[in-house]
């Protein structure tokens, strides 16, 4: 199984911007699909975005649409999460997943999750 660590997490300022990282490390990274959650306390975990092994679809929640955008570095083997015009409400912990097809990503069954990085958003 591939072995995913988030970093970029950080503070800002409501209307602010932040890219978060996912680094991943074993098996073939262009044979996984990727994607991005959050969980703020008390609430249950929502879908953010996910992106295919080849780049060629994307797909993003309803709530982040507009502002976040996901991309990968293959060469890099690292994913991306570009956050802009952040709001309060984006205030939560945000995971990357790993998985062998994107319909496993986007509906949360992935081999493989990230420790989290915390994002706060302040107003």
């Known amino acids: 199984q591939v072995q995913l660590v988030e970093s970029g997490g950080g503070l800002v300022q409501a209307g602010g911007s932040l890219r978060l990282s996912c680094a991943a490390s074993g098996g073939t990274f262009t044979d996984y699909a990727m994607g991005w959650f959050r969980q703020a306390p008390g609430k249950e975990r929502e879908f953010v975005a996910a992106?295919?092994?080849?780049?060629?679809?994307?797909l993003y929640g309803d709530s982040v649409k507009g502002r976040f955008t996901i991309s990968r570095d293959n060469a890099k083997k690292t994913v991306y999460l570009q956050m802009n015009s952040l709001k309060p409400e984006d205030t939560a912990v945000y995971y990357c997943a790993a998985a062998g097809s994107f319909l496993a990503v986007v509906g949360g069954s992935s081999n493989s999750w990230g420790q989290g990085t915390q994002v706060t958003v302040s107003s």
């Open positions: 992106i295919s092994g080849g780049s060629c679809r994307t």
